[in-house]
């Protein structure tokens, strides 16, 4: 499973927690969503949510618990992945914008991902077909009906969970308090953005050794083929040209990230993963998220650049909206820029700050 370490590093920009990462004090837990119905209509008996927390809830006045957030990951990712120093360091100690002796923060892995119920369980290619509204109401009843939490301070989502930060603002309007998408545009997955992920499924699709998704074998030559565009469609240019100026020195670095270890990755769920954006589209009620939102996206992300002029024109739609590019630079991480907290916090001290 070499070729997918280069998947989740490229495209994600998520790195496991070294040893010599601070030990955060994180708890997990699974619950268990009965007689799940999917937008298909496909139904699953018992749908497996496990989710990672850090904090402590507190209950307000009412009852209620009144001081959760909710992170959530991309393509590909787990809600361990922001136990990760470029994030947690930045984020969760004395002080800081999400500090855990302040608010409870709950880290879903999303359906399809991670310890949640997922096609590589046994199901394979005859998993549900799901997609980002039902991995919204996912984590709906995992908060509710698990962990008894019935609204939200702040929805912070990175990529696949900016793009979730936004279907939660017009499904579920007022749940959260505040929303944080980072990396996303609130438009259809079309263009090039849909055609880098439709090549990726189907050079997998394309390797014999796929088998329909029945396969003995992880299918390497279609793996590597999706890794190659992911791995474009998550760099950042100028950092690679200035880490790596010689054509020996970029080959080299290619040759290292496909040679690290991976575990618990798999084909279908790649696929899966990559085709759940499919139905996306928040463009048309924009207006319900009358929240306070900080959007945030990176000038040197390929997924989305902002040449597209719809950034500008998307934000005056939501009346407490805030637009925020970073600029490109050697330092940022094209689209993974958004899990490396040092580029953002101060805006997400500000977000938290407003009533």
């Known amino acids: 499973m070499r070729i997918l370490t280069l998947l989740a590093s490229a495209l994600l920009a998520l790195l496991p927690l070294p040893a010599a990462a601070q030990p955060w004090p994180a708890k997990e837990g699974d619950v268990a969503l009965a007689d799940f119905r999917f937008a298909s209509g496909e139904t699953m008996k018992t749908l497996r949510m496990h989710y990672t927390t850090l904090g402590t809830p507190r209950r307000g006045k009412d009852g209620e618990i009144e001081n959760a957030v909710m992170v959530l990951h991309g393509t590909g990712g787990s809600g361990k992945q922001f136990l990760s120093p470029q994030f947690a360091d930045e984020l969760y100690g004395p002080g800081q914008p999400l500090d855990i002796t302040r608010w409870y923060v709950i880290m879903p892995d999303n359906i399809g991902h991670g310890a949640s119920s997922k096609p590589s369980d046994g199901m394979k ?8 509204a039902d991995m919204v109401e996912a984590q709906r009843r995992m908060l509710v009906e698990g962990l008894g939490v019935k609204r939200l301070e702040l929805i912070l989502g990175t990529s696949m969970g900016c793009m979730h930060a936004f279907v939660w603002g017009e499904t579920n309007p007022g749940f959260a308090r505040r929303l944080a998408p980072f990396a996303c545009l609130p438009v259809p997955i079309a263009g090039q953005n849909r055609m880098w992920r439709k090549l990726s499924i189907d050079a997998i699709k394309a390797d014999p050794a796929w088998q329909n998704g029945n396969y003995a074998a992880q299918p390497e030559q279609g793996l590597r083929t999706a890794a190659s565009l992911l791995f474009v ?3 950042n ?4 040209q200035a880490q790596y100026p010689t054509r020996d020195a970029a080959e080299t670095y290619l040759a290292q990230a496909y040679a690290r270890t991976a575990s618990g990755r798999d084909a279908n769920d790649l696929i899966y993963q990559i085709d759940a954006s499919r139905t ?3 463009a048309p009620g924009l207006e319900k998220i009358a929240v306070p939102l900080l959007w945030i996206n990176s000038a040197d992300d390929f997924i989305n650049p902002p040449g597209y002029g719809i950034t500008d024109a998307a934000a005056k739609r939501m009346p407490r909206a805030r637009f925020i590019l970073i600029p490109a630079s050697a330092e940022t991480k094209g689209h993974g820029t958004h899990t490396w907290a040092k580029f953002w ?3 997400l001290a ?3 700050a407003e009533h």
């Open 125 to 132: 290619m005859a998993f549900p077909k799901y997609d980002y």
């Open 233 to 235: 469609a998550g760099a």
């Open 237 to 240: 240019p100028l950092a690679l």
């Open 280 to 282: 996306y589209d928040p």
């Open 345 to 347: 916090k101060a805006d």
């Open 350 to 352: 500000r977000l938290l």
